[in-house]
């Protein structure tokens, strides 16, 4: 939760939170520092009369549109700790006199969000016009006396001595002494983290002094909140509504707004602790296999050195290829198995910070300073939900290595020995050879057309042997489409659907049934269709030459075409009613799993 609480300014921990019209929030002394300055604008006359500098010339700078500001037009001199950059308040007008100050000669302001970029101009009030996050205030108060009450949990002392560091991986909280003593910065520590001790959990929403005092109406300050404006988002007073201020807009309690957000927050949150669970159990999985990867990769090696000690000295030379082979292997899955636990542990601790603010927030008991960040903190939240699609959670490579070294050749093929193909092969689309009308995305791995015609893309790879499996999920399907799934050679026909030449053999399907087609003959009528959501597998078997489909994890019909020989490519034709993502490197179905390579 602690990156929720840090200034992006700073990135320290807020002091004085205001929040700007783009719901971020920024520290209100480093406000000031990136308030910019706009030359030749009218300044208002309050301005000119107040005149002065340093931190008060901070806070008065003067009002002009929105439109009128622009998105700041300046050039930045220094470099927050945040990697945000940030202008240096510029000298106040020369003099302390309305007479130094002419009227219409002084400059405006403006304000550029830090994390989003859009500007806001100043009122006559300056930077005290902007909302004071009084929620933000005291959940970072909580947070620093919660993280300043941590314990030591290795101490023999009674009581244990405050904990000055956590370690991310041992997920133990140390003392200095004990930090020295038993985790030190060497060895097999030498690459765990070490944060500062984590927050414990709050107590009640109370400031330091006691109660919170009622916050009261920015233009009357001896009136409190009783209303909120559903047209500007804000609260407001009585007198503010008997002045007229909001006399079309649509005022609601500030009680039963308040309620009704906090319901909307809390239910959207539901969805993300339950993604959280998920990742949790996920990222164990994840671990698992790092495990079995190592293990099965350590297996193969052996068995592949083994195979070739027994052959002729002819084949040392080539040995030495084929290791590096099955390195490289392992250090792929690795790497890839890596990069989606790094992902994982990412999404799940942003998903964490952000659900553990929320909830922080829910606890308040301020109304008003609740609705003024409940909208932005619920879009955050289903974003934030949106962000864990189907797929996220699942692994990308197994732990399986399919490698069968072929030992049978005659000494003079010794010089072509190789792997035979591997059965577990990782491909994209190609957009180098895709018609023209096909739409390719997400690192060429989801495809849609531009036409409403049917369109023709490959994938990357090219089979000759072996046994492959890949699937394709079905991202969007409107109106009934007939996408083909299946395989091709690299000269067919692109600007039709799949299977309609001789270079094709396609299974093409709406959303009640399936036909198989290849030279434009229609076979193998099957009921049963594809909708949003649905997957499509295709299995390539090139050493019983042959090709099935399946839907949803169920084979869709027959094997659908026999005696298929040659170099096959992956293929797909569709047009822009459907979208679909492609998932490879996947195991076969069990039904045709070929046998390990057996130990000697």
Same mark, same amino acid.
Not at 503 to 520: I, L, P, T
Not at 553 to 558: A, F, L, R
């Given at each position: 939760?602690?990156?929720?609480? %840090? ?6 921990? @807020?002091?004085?939170?205001?929040? /700007? ?116 205030? !005291? ?10 009450? !941590? ?138 296999? /790092? ?14 050195? !083994?195979?070739?000690?027994? /052959? ?9 290829? #084929? ?14 198995? *890596? ?41 955050? $939240?289903?974003?934030?939900? =949106? ?11 197994? !732990?399986? @290595?399919? #490698? ?18 591997? %059965? ?45 499996? *890949? =699937? ?42 399936? *036909? ?44 659908? @075409?026999?005696?298929?020989?040659? $170099? ?5 034709? #569709? ?20 046998? %390990?390579?057996?130990?000697?």
């Amino acid at each position: 939760m602690e990156e929720e609480l %840090k200034c992006p300014v700073c990135g320290s921990l @807020f002091r004085e939170p205001i929040i /700007l019209p783009c719901s971020h929030n920024v520290c209100l002394p480093c406000a000031r520092t990136i308030a910019v300055q706009t030359p030749e604008r009218e300044q208002p006359e309050a301005e000119c009369a107040a005149g002065g500098g340093g931190g008060e010339h901070a806070d008065k700078l003067s009002l002009h549109s929105e439109s009128d500001s622009g998105y700041g037009s300046y050039t930045p001199s220094l470099k927050s700790p945040n990697g945000v950059r940030v202008l240096p308040l510029g000298p106040a007008p020369s003099g302390s006199s309305s007479a130094a100050l002419p009227r219409g000669a002084g400059p405006s302001s403006s304000l550029t969000c830090p994390q989003c970029h859009r500007s806001a101009s100043l009122d006559p009030r300056g930077l005290r016009g902007f909302p004071r996050n009084r929620l933000l205030e !005291a959940i970072v108060q909580r947070y620093q006396q919660g993280r300043a009450a !941590a314990k030591c949990q290795l101490c023999d002392r009674s009581p244990p001595e405050p904990a000055a560091v956590a370690c991310e991986q041992c997920e133990v909280l140390y003392c200095a002494a004990c930090q020295l003593k038993c985790h030190p910065t060497r060895g097999p520590f030498a690459k765990h983290r070490l944060l500062p001790p984590p927050s414990l959990p709050g107590g009640p929403g109370k400031a330091a002094g006691g109660a919170r005092k009622l916050p009261t109406c920015a233009d009357h300050e001896l009136e409190n909140y009783s209303m909120y404006c559903v047209s500007c988002a804000t609260p407001v007073c009585y007198q503010c509504l008997e002045e007229g201020k909001h006399g079309q807009h649509q005022v609601k309690a500030l009680g039963a707004m308040w309620k009704q957000h906090k319901t909307q927050l809390s239910q959207a949150l539901n969805g993300v602790s339950d993604k959280a669970k998920e990742a949790k159990e996920f990222l164990g999985q994840l671990k698992n296999i /790092l495990q079995q990867i190592q293990e099965n990769g350590l297996d193969y090696e052996a068995c592949l050195v !083994a195979q070739c000690d027994a /052959l002729v000295d002819a084949l040392t030379r080539q040995k030495a290829k #084929l290791l590096t082979k099955v390195t490289k292997e392992r250090e792929h899955k690795l790497k890839v198995v *890596w990069d989606q636990i790094n992902h994982c542990t990412l999404k799940l601790r942003q998903s964490t910070g952000l659900m553990e603010y929320c909830l922080e927030v829910i606890k308040e008991n301020d109304p008003s300073g609740f609705l003024q960040i409940s909208d932005a903190l619920i879009k955050r $939240v289903q974003v934030s939900q =949106e962000q864990w699609v189907k797929g996220a959670l699942e692994p990308k490579v197994s !732990a399986e @290595f399919d #490698l069968t070294l072929d030992s049978e050749p005659l000494l003079q093929s010794i010089h072509q020995l190789d792997f035979i193909q591997m %059965k577990l092969a990782w491909f994209t689309f190609d957009p180098s050879s895709a018609h023209r009308d096909i739409v390719l995305s997400n690192d060429n791995q989801t495809a849609t057309c531009s036409s409403y015609d049917d369109r023709v893309v490959l994938g990357t790879a090219a089979f000759s042997k072996g046994v492959h499996y *890949w =699937e394709l999920h079905v991202d969007r399907y409107d109106n009934h489409p007939d996408p083909a799934f299946g395989i091709a050679r690299i000269n067919v026909v692109k600007d039709m659907m799949l299977g309609k030449d001789d270079k094709a053999w396609a299974m093409y399907v709406d959303n009640n049934r399936s *036909w198989f087609m290849h030279c434009n003959s229609h076979t193998s009528r099957t009921e049963g269709g594809v909708s949003k959501g649905a997957t499509v597998g295709v299995l390539l078997d090139l050493n019983k030459h042959s090709l099935t489909f399946y839907i949803n994890g169920q084979q869709q019909g027959p094997s659908a @075409f026999e005696n298929v020989e040659g $170099v096959f490519m992956p293929a797909l034709s #569709l047009n822009r009613n459907v979208q679909v993502t492609l998932h490879t490197g996947l195991e076969v179905p069990q039904s045709v799993r070929q046998p %390990k390579l057996p130990s000697n």
